[in-house]
């Protein structure tokens, strides 16, 4: 883990999500590291790229 890492706040650094049938799949914001770089922690583009798989809103 660098210096530059945080918990994925998405995940809260399981690596792992679950969605409204609770079906676990790797989170798309840290790929499953349960870490985030700072830039991914702190940029909503992360955010969108979940959006894009309709799997993060609801
Ligand atoms: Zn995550």
Redesign the pocket.
Known sequence: MGSQQFR??????????MDDESWRYT????????F?SKYENQDEVAIGHVDENKRYLD
């Open positions: 994925c706040k998405a995940c809260d650094g399981e690596g792992l999500l989170c798309t914001v840290c790929r499953g590291d349960g985030v």
